[in-house]
Nanobody, 124 residues
Framework: QVQLVESGGGWVQPGGSLRLSCVSS????????MGWFRQASGKEREFVGA????????DYAESVKGRFTLSRDNDKSTMYLQMNSLKPEDTAVYYC?????????????????WGRGTQVTVSA
């Protein structure tokens, strides 16, 4: 059974930084694309970014490009999302996802496995 467990969320002031982690278990981590989605209160879930199985290819939503960086450590079965220059509009529950397709897909239906989410709150 595949499990994804997020950590690292919390409260931060605008302009601050957080690093989210996602630990995967239940299958060979290094074979699969990983990503993040987020959902703010009262809004639809949206794509944040994805990283391919090797870590050599990434894609990001326009709203986070230049501020967020994805990485992965396949030896530790862990993916990271470094979030810098955070804005209040980044406030959301962030979900770790794992997919069975190639590349770096950006649609939620392309990801078979989802974590429970971690809350990120950006406010003064």
């Amino acid at each position: 059974q595949v499990q994804l467990v997020e950590s690292g969320g919390g409260w931060v002031q605008p302009g601050g930084s957080l690093r989210l982690s996602c630990v995967s278990s239940g299958r060979t981590f290094s074979r699969y694309v990983m990503g993040w989605f987020r959902q703010a209160s009262g809004k639809e879930r949206e794509f944040v970014g994805a990283i391919n199985f090797s870590g050599k290819s990434t894609d990001y939503a326009e709203s986070v490009k230049g501020r967020f960086t994805l990485s992965r450590d396949n030896d530790k079965s862990t993916m990271y999302l470094q979030m810098n220059s955070l804005k209040p509009e980044d406030t959301a529950v962030y979900y770790c996802v794992s997919g069975n397709v190639g590349g770096v897909p950006g649609r939620s239906y392309e990801y078979a496995y989802w974590g429970r989410g971690t809350q990120v709150t950006v406010s003064a």
